[in-house]
């Protein structure tokens, strides 16, 4: 989509004097000479005025067109661009009544957004260059920056009036909210170079702490309790301890770094360097730059979207919005702003980003898709027959389905080496870069059918009674080993010791598991008899002395 250019409402006139720069407003002239180094942060060209008219007029003479990126993923799309008051530069959302606050810094006005109708349904005057803005959850009260009257003013998000203005260091630039101290952190990016830090109890500044050259973007580390400060001249950020109220460590970003988000769920902190065009990445753990990722031309805003790990940095002058993913420190998607997008935040409650577009004098709103949640579908049950000592092994238990949370995903599971004969549960577990983890089980039913094998069966016995009541056979039972069991007792019958009639005897031997298998085997005693006088009659008596020697 190729916008025109008619309609455009650049701020006041443009003055031009070697290399003074003057603005003027409908009710004031202030030059910038007068408030100190014209070097400075806050009034370097990505944030003043004149500079977005004269990109946008020499594109014009040249006869270029200003392109809107769109779109490169469904994931994140506009879904409504609401109309506020002039120049909106940042914005903070209060998650009490569901509402965003938007700083208009050329109308000396604070618009107050409904996130259910997407309407401003309050503005609020009484400020001066509103530059950022901070949200007090304890109180109910938003903290304003003023740029050029050197004051922070509290507004009660329950009358939307201006209830107390605090005079902090010269031009304040950004503020911040530690929840564990009740404190509002205050960069002051003029001649001060410093931080003011006021009481929410009180409204009053209670310390003022020294920090790098033009501090701008603020903002709260709620894992260390630290204050991380950028320092625009400085190319560095600050790291104040909330304890101390004191500088712990400094650490160097890229060029111009304007404003700073905290990524809570990976303990970092992402700076955007204007004239670097990048994102620099601080472990917090180490206060040291982790990653650099390029993004749009003029990076300025950013903020963190809980739902889809995703920061969101808005592109000054690509006229873009960069979503960065946590888990690959990269670009995900690129989504189309109006005139120079500035400040960003996210609702939490909508899952929604909002975006100030300076000189569209609108906030965007894009429907951010929270990730689907983590989960996992176990392969089916099976039932599977024994093949080892023990039970079973080398049983495939398929292959599960894994979906949602923060890629990549780990899955495990829990199986033994040998499934034992009956059921066993396997838990099968998926894990997403973010430690998120879901669960999921399995049973497999091992079953055993294999009866013993018996080995040592003797062969059939011949043996000869001299008595017609038999006689007493021994053999050697045979042995068996069970593919489950191992070795297993034989049982047979007519045991061996046992007298053995006259005639075949069939011996029955059986091998029986721990499951009910059995296995069965046979052989014969063979017993036979015959007197001496070959009459068939037994001679035992001693009558008659030829039978003697048979027995």
């Known amino acids: 989509m190729v916008p025109s250019l008619t309609g455009f409402k650049p701020f ?13 407003t409908k009710t004031e002239g202030v030059k910038v000479s007068e408030r100190g180094n014209t070097n400075s942060l806050v009034y370097r060209v990505r944030y003043v005025s004149w500079f977005a008219l004269r990109v946008i007029l020499i594109i014009s003479a040249l006869g270029l067109s200003y392109s809107f990126f769109t779109s490169t993923a469904n994931a994140e799309l506009v879904t409504a661009t609401i109309p506020v008051s002039h120049e ?33 349904v309050a503005t609020i005057s009484d400020t001066h260059i509103p530059w950022c803005v901070a949200y007090d959850p304890a109180k109910g009260e938003m903290f304003v920056s003023n740029l050029f009257s050197d004051t922070v003013s509290v507004i009660s998000d329950a009358t939307n009036t201006v209830v107390a203005k605090i005079a902090v260091g010269q031009a304040p630039f950004c503020v911040a909210y530690d929840p564990a101290k009740g404190e509002i952190f205050v960069s002051n990016g003029g001649a001060s170079n410093n931080v003011s830090v006021i009481s ?40 104040i301890s909330d304890a101390t109220n004191t500088v712990v460590d400094t ?101 929604e980003v909002f975006v100030v577009n300076r000189f569209g004098d609108t906030v965007s709103v894009i429907a951010s898709s929270p990730l689907p949640p983590l989960t ?47 059921v066993t549960i396997v838990t099968w577990t998926v894990t997403d870069s973010q430690g998120n983890s879901a669960t999921s089980i399995q049973s497999v039913t091992v079953t055993d059918t294999t009866p013993p094998t018996i080995t040592g069966t003797p062969a059939d016995i011949t043996v000869h009674a001299k008595h017609k009541t038999g006689v007493v056979v021994t053999y050697t039972t045979p042995t068996a080993v069970d593919l489950v069991d191992g070795s297993v007792p034989v049982t047979c019958v007519p045991p061996s010791g046992s007298t053995f009639q006259i005639g075949t005897t069939t011996v029955t031997c059986t091998a029986t598991d721990s499951h009910g298998n059995n296995a069965t085997t046979t052989f014969h005693v063979i017993v036979t008899h015959k007197n001496p006088h070959g009459d068939g009659n037994d001679h035992e008596n001693g009558n008659h002395d030829n039978d003697k020697n048979s027995e």
Not at 90 to 104: C, H, I, P, R
Request: contains cysteine; negative net charge.
């Open 251 to 351: 650490i160097p970003v890229g060029s111009q770094p304007s404003f700073i988000a905290y990524d809570s769920a990976k303990g970092e902190m992402f700076v955007s360097n204007q004239n670097s065009n990048t994102v620099s990445v601080i472990s917090d753990a180490t206060n040291t730059v982790v990653a650099t990722i390029p993004v749009g031309s003029g990076p300025a805003g950013l903020a963190y979207d809980s739902a889809t790990r995703e920061i969101f940095v808005a592109n000054y002058y690509s006229g873009t919005v960069s979503a960065i993913s946590d888990v690959t420190n990269t670009v995900v998607n690129t989504i189309f702003g109006e005139f120079f997008p500035d400040g960003v935040a996210y609702d939490s409650t909508k899952h």
């Open 88 to 120: 909106p530069v940042a914005l903070a959302y209060d998650s009490a009544k569901g509402e965003m606050f938007v700083a208009s810094a050329f109308s000396d006005t604070v618009s107050v957004i409904s996130d259910a109708t997407n309407t401003v």
């Open 200 to 239: 929410d109890a009180t409204n009053t500044v209670v310390a003022t702490i020294p920090v790098g050259t033009y501090p701008a973007g603020v903002a709260y580390d709620s894992a260390k309790d630290e204050i991380f400060v950028v320092n625009g001249n400085s190319n560095t950020v600050s790291v």
């Open 376 to 422: 996992i579908t176990s392969p089916q049950n099976i039932m599977v027959t024994a093949n080892t000592a023990g039970g079973a092994t080398g049983v495939n238990l398929g292959t599960p389905t894994a979906s949602g949370g923060t890629p990549p995903l780990t899955i495990t599971n829990n199986a033994p080496a040998i499934f034992p004969v009956g």
């Open 12 to 24: 006041g006139s443009v003055e031009i004097c070697e290399c003074l720069i003057c603005w003027h």
